[in-house]
């Protein structure tokens, strides 16, 4: 009972913090190519424009693509627009699923991979803060590799594998049932044998909160692909579950040609531990968002940041 009255407390600290943000110039789009793409409602427009805005700051460059859940008011939109920089906002029911389950983030990802065929695509989440420059993004867009931010600083450790290697590492006593109440995640990475053509693929633990799609790469019927043979391993009901479009977002990316792997000390999840001193991204995951009142912290800096150094 404590934690959860802390945890609210601490949220409504971090929205008050969050409003600052609409004083900070708004974002200079810029046709250039880049798109940066996230799909947020109502409830996180505020926490997005410190995330979108404080990363098109680090990059100077980019337009914003959003998809709305659905939940986004009249007047959200308006907001959007004049603090973006001419928002396009793409309604929910417009994306096509194909083959793939509904929800879970399932029409972000098809929603963006609709647009690679013409731009590179930055997939952001609104819970993620810039603190610096990102120069191996930067780096990354400019040479069309696609990027994930990884999962953990373990993942690190093992780098970019083929499916046998990624089996032999992470679970070398054998797969779970890949039908039984596992995590959907779990299941499928514990059976990447059951996949057609699985030992000529390559698997990273990423993390879909940030991730970048090169420009001409994977497009949705990819996506469809590897969604119909993943279902068929751990079957439709599991696969509908949260968390197989992060699987998805993964596949996609580390079978991309010459992905990057963002470096754990610069770019990672906060887990309520310290964080490093060279960080320059973090993602506030929701076990952990609002501990010891660092999301909060992190917010007031970059909105200083912004309102200090006006975009370039």
């Known amino acids: 009972m404590i934690a959860r009255l802390f945890r609210a407390v601490e949220a409504r600290r971090h929205r008050w913090t969050a409003r600052r943000v609409l004083a900070a110039p708004p974002i200079a789009a810029r046709d250039d190519g880049v798109l940066l793409f996230s799909m947020i409602g109502t409830r996180v427009v505020l926490p997005y424009l410190v995330a979108v805005k404080s990363l098109h700051a680090a990059l100077g460059r ?43 983030c399932w029409e972000r990802l098809l929603a963006l991979l609709g647009r690679t065929g013409d731009h590179y695509v930055v997939q952001l989440d609104s819970d993620t803060v810039t603190l610096g420059p990102v120069p191996e993004v930067a780096a990354a867009i400019a040479a069309n590799r696609s990027f994930t931010l990884l999962g953990d600083a373990g993942v690190e450790r093992h780098g970019l594998l083929d499916l046998p290697g990624f089996l032999a590492a992470y679970h070398p006593q054998g797969g779970v049932d890949p039908r039984g109440p596992a995590h959907v995640q779990r299941a499928i990475e514990s059976n990447w044998d059951r996949l057609p053509d699985w030992r000529d693929a390559r698997y990273v633990r990423g993390c879909a909160g940030f991730a970048g799609f090169a420009r001409g790469g994977f497009g949705a019927e990819a996506a469809e692909r590897f969604s119909r043979a993943a279902e068929a ?19 996609l990316i580390a079978n991309s040609a010459d992905p990057v792997l963002l470096p754990y000390a610069r770019y990672s999840n906060y887990w309520a531990e310290p964080v490093a001193p060279d960080a320059r991204f973090l993602h506030f995951v929701g076990t952990h968002r609002y501990a010891r009142g660092e999301y909060r912290r992190r917010t007031a800096a970059a909105i200083a940041a912004l309102s200090c150094s006006p975009e370039r």
């Open 62 to 104: 980019g337009r914003v693509v959003l998809l709305d859940d659905g939940s986004l008011t009249a007047a959200d939109r308006a907001l959007l627009d004049r603090q973006c920089g001419g928002a396009e906002i793409v309604p929910i029911a417009a994306v096509a699923r194909g083959a793939c389950p509904q929800g879970g």
């Open 233 to 251: 391993v751990v079957g439709a009901a599991s696969w509908a579950r949260w968390g197989s479009e992060q699987v998805a977002s993964n596949f």
